[in-house]
């Protein structure tokens, strides 16, 4: 049924200045227009890519960021841990940082930890630069979207869009979910099946680029092939990083003999 115009009500979160009511049609239904249309492109349709450690080297960011919070509570914290937390929330990474004293805390001082070690993640994050995207990155990225194949971030971090801004990568994709749009973090499949949601994309189109054996057990979960960026428990197969990487070795799974 067409929209009638002169019924809309302005919501209260209307923006500011708007000149004309088709103006406001175009601003209510604009939504709508983003959604793609399903894709026809035979084989590989998307690629979905894990942010830290995969488009970005942040794991001494969240290395020095952690170590500086158990150290403030005289917890012992090492790289052998911080691997463990690779692509899992940050609220999950504070209950194993604190192990067998989890339960002592109040959710309210363990909310209060969680964002003072953000505090310290974010201070080494902002002095991100578009130079350190990940080697390859840009050139895989322009080869998919030459090829029309959609790309996506799917991350469980809730600082993924501002990385993307600081690496000057955000309009790179065609869509990005990160720790705040999810109920349940990786290994649980709900990130990679809303990205392939929003994407218009069968699951099984859809690859997943991940560092991380949470995020390799969470695509598994949800039938998607996968990379792993150096050995990663659990990919189907592995590579050294992105400059590995090209169209024809992502469509491989695809091709028919
Ligand atoms: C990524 C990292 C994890 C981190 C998680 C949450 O997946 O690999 O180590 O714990 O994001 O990040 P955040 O920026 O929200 O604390
Ligand atoms: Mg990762």
Redesign the pocket.
């Known amino acids: 049924m067409p929209l009638n115009v002169e019924k809309v009500k302005y919501p209260l979160a209307a923006p500011a200045t708007l000149p004309d009511v088709h103006d406001f049609a175009s601003w209510l239904l604009a939504p709508a227009h983003r959604i793609p249309p399903k894709p026809t492109r035979p084989g590989l349709q998307a690629v979905l890519f894990d942010l830290?450690?995969v488009l970005v080297d942040t794991a001494a960011f969240?290395y020095h960021a952690w170590k500086h919070l158990a150290d403030e509570l005289t917890l012992p914290f090492d790289e052998n841990l911080n691997r463990s937390?690779?692509?899992?929330?940050?609220m999950a990474?504070l209950d194993l940082l604190l192990g067998e004293h989890a339960r002592y805390f109040a959710i309210e001082e363990k909310t209060v930890l969680a964002e003072r070690k953000?505090g310290y993640?974010l201070d080494q994050v902002r002095t991100l630069r578009p130079e350190d995207a990940a080697p390859g990155a840009r050139d895989l990225l322009t080869e998919l979207r030459a090829a029309g194949v959609r790309t996506a971030v799917v991350?469980?971090?809730?600082?993924a869009r501002l990385v993307l801004d600081l690496l000057r990568l955000a309009d790179a994709f065609d869509t990005v979910v990160d720790?705040g749009d999810v109920t349940r973090g990786k290994p649980d499949p709900q990130c990679f099946l809303k990205a392939a949601a929003t994407l218009r994309t069968a699951p099984q189109r859809c690859l997943v680029i991940e560092d991380?054996e949470a995020g390799i057990r969470a695509a598994r979960a949800a039938d998607m092939p996968t990379v792993g960026i150096a050995p990663v428990r659990g990919a189907q197969r592995s590579v050294g990083g992105l400059t590995d990487l090209s169209l024809p070795f992502l469509d491989a799974p695809y091709a028919t003999p």
């Open positions: 830290d450690g969240h937390f690779r692509g899992v929330p940050r990474c953000n993640y991350s469980a971090s809730k600082n720790g991380g």
